[in-house]
């Protein structure tokens, strides 16, 4: 059974269809990316593969434990960094915090572990916001452009992290801009018209 599949999902908002029939499957060990256009309902789509909006209809099946990094940052202002991965741990049932602790030195922010997130930058919020997404190693990974904020190396970091999860088997979908990133994924479609279109994408890398 594939860690994810949707079948024919549909979401309006006020009588406005956004999804109109969103249909793909991902295989264990795949980096797929979405890209589309400002308000092509990218996010909208991702919000209910992670349960937090409801479809109008349609199913999702999945295999395997999930990690999300939303779009939105939903952190708690008064809590620590190091306070919101224990909290985490709780949640996640961790035995213990090596590799959310891994995840916040490669990210680079090892030094601000007993800030309050209220303090933190827009960059380093967003890092812990991947990280709490990333700390149970989940199988299957959504994230909502991940490395919103980052400098470019953090960028880099990012892209390393997310290959070594797809080499580890897990499946990784990740929206997108198209500028930068559309060569490293495995797969890539365009959400367009509240459909997956996979010819557009291609056309418009290969510029045929
Ligand atoms: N809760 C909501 N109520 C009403 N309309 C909504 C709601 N959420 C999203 N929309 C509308 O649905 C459309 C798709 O929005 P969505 O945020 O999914 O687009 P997106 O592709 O993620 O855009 P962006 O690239 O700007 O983040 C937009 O027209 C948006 O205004």
Redesign the pocket.
Known sequence: MNPLRVVDLHKA??GRP?LSGIEFELQPGELFGII??????????LRILAGELPADRGDIIYAGTLGYCP?NIVLNDDLTVEQHLRFFQRAYRLPGLLHAHELVERLGFDQHRGTRAGLLSGGTRQKLNLTIALMHDPDIVLMDEPYQGFDWDNYLNFWDIAGELRDRGRTVLI?SHIAHDIERFDRLRR?RDGQLDESAVIEEVTGA
């Open positions: 908002f006020r956004v589309g256009e400002n308000g092509a309902g990218k996010s909208t789509l779009q929206i959400l």
